[in-house]
């Protein structure tokens, strides 16, 4: 019988959800896909979706638990409910790990508070993380919950780069420093990169890409990571979809004197309405493509900024690491943008990199990990599917058997 994990991913007002073999190739569809949302509004949304089958329910849905509650009903009556199958383990998302949690770790009573003494550092994503956490563990008690950390592989990070430069007093009190996030996937994709250029790992200096609708890159010397754009939160760095990226501090300050601008005010701002969406109105790469093509200003001036931002962050590590063997693409943007991929690799030449267009374009439709420079590039590009879910479930699985 196949070993399943169930890999939870509790946001505010949404739950999403797969349900994996974690021996599975990592382009291989998940057994059970589902997503809960609209948790706590007029009309819910609740959709399994596997092999073969679909379900819907539009009903109101009062709280989380009632959504999950109702989700693993509908699974049972599709035949692959929780009861139904050999479920080894839960794999949870936790967005922040701080300095306590440096790897994935069994789900106690006791983790449970320290992830509360974590929510400080981040509000909007730990506390919708818990109450997933707490709802699984009442519906599925006997089977093993392991948290997984976005922070977690950034643990490695040097002082010299997990320290901002403040007042040290005022830093440690409040946890200040750089932890990084999107760590799952930026351990994924580079595990696969020694293998793609038949070098041991140790050896192998990369930059990885994680470019979706929140964006980070990495530097990682021997499969260690050295630095990252992401911060304290996840609105430092790269211009995102909706997020700032790195701005002048400054900037707040002048709002909140000049505007009037709360705190709360500027963090929705830099967040929420800030990055592609605040200067060219959309944050999806395919609509700001379209008005590109109509010669929409913004939408050209926003695009020009997202790029001068990642190239600007792929030249700093590649001095950071002291050469590079690799360069990796990731996620939504990293992985089908085309154009994205073209412009922040352009005229690199004299830095050994260089990209093969019809690799670029994937003319031979290749599925999975493939190399998009040339074979004379002495850097190696490459676009590496992520799958956070099955790293979440594999890592799981492997800290449920040591029980």
């Given amino acids: 019988m196949t070993k399943y994990v169930l890999v939870l991913n509790s946001g505010s007002s949404s739950i999403k959800f797969q349900v994996l073999d974690p021996e599975a190739k990592a382009t291989a569809d998940p057994f059970v896909s589902g997503i809960v949302e609209k948790i706590g509004e007029k009309k819910g949304h609740i959709q399994i979706q596997t092999e073969t089958s679909k379900m819907e329910d539009n009903r109101p849905i009062l709280s989380h638990s009632v959504g999950l509650e109702r989700a693993f009903g509908m699974m049972t009556l599709l035949g692959v409910g929780p009861q139904d199958l050999d479920l080894v383990a839960v794999g949870h998302r936790v967005v922040h790990g701080g300095a306590t949690f440096t790897e994935p770790v069994l789900i106690d009573d006791e983790v449970i508070e320290q992830l509360k003494d974590l929510i400080p550092l981040a509000p909007l994503h730990n506390p919708a993380n818990i109450d997933g956490i707490e709802n699984a563990r009442a519906l599925l008690e006997h089977v093993p919950h392991v948290a997984v950390f976005d922070t977690a592989f950034f643990s490695t990070l040097p002082e010299h780069a997990a320290n901002y430069a403040i007042k040290k007093d005022i830093a440690d009190e409040y946890n200040i420093r750089r932890y990084g996030f999107h760590g799952t996937s930026h351990e994924y994709v580079s595990a696969k990169v020694p293998d793609l250029l038949g070098k041991p790992a140790e050896e192998v200096n990369q930059i ?10 990495a530097a990682i010397r021997g499969g260690v990571a050295v630095d990252t754009t992401m911060g304290l939160t996840p609105l430092a760095g790269l211009v995102m979809g909706t997020r700032s ?17 709360t705190v709360d005010q500027a963090d929705k701002l830099l967040n929420r309405e800030s990055g592609l969406k605040g200067m060219a109105g959309v944050n999806d790469f395919r609509e700001l493509k379209d008005l590109i093509e109509d010669g929409d200003d913004n939408a050209r001036l926003a695009y020009d900024v997202y790029i001068h931002a990642l190239r600007r962050f792929i030249g700093s590590y590649m001095l950071i690491l002291g050469g590079v063997d690799a360069i990796v693409f990731t996620a939504g943007v990293g992985e089908n943008a085309v154009q994205v991929r073209r412009d922040a690799m352009a005229d690199l030449q004299n830095f050994g990199i260089e990209i093969d267009e019809a690799r670029n374009e994937n003319s031979e439709g290749i599925v999975g990990a493939r190399e998009i420079s040339t ?12 799958n956070e879910e099955l790293a979440i479930a594999r890592q799981a699985t492997e800290l449920a058997e040591q029980q």
């Fill in 208 to 217: 990885t890409l994680h470019l979706g609708n929140g964006a980070s890159a």
């Fill in 375 to 386: 074979d004379d590039s002495k850097v190696k590009v490459f676009v590496v599917p992520t």
């Fill in 245 to 261: 990226g790195d701005i002048d501090p400054g900037i707040i300050f002048h709002l909140a004197r000049s505007g009037g601008m």
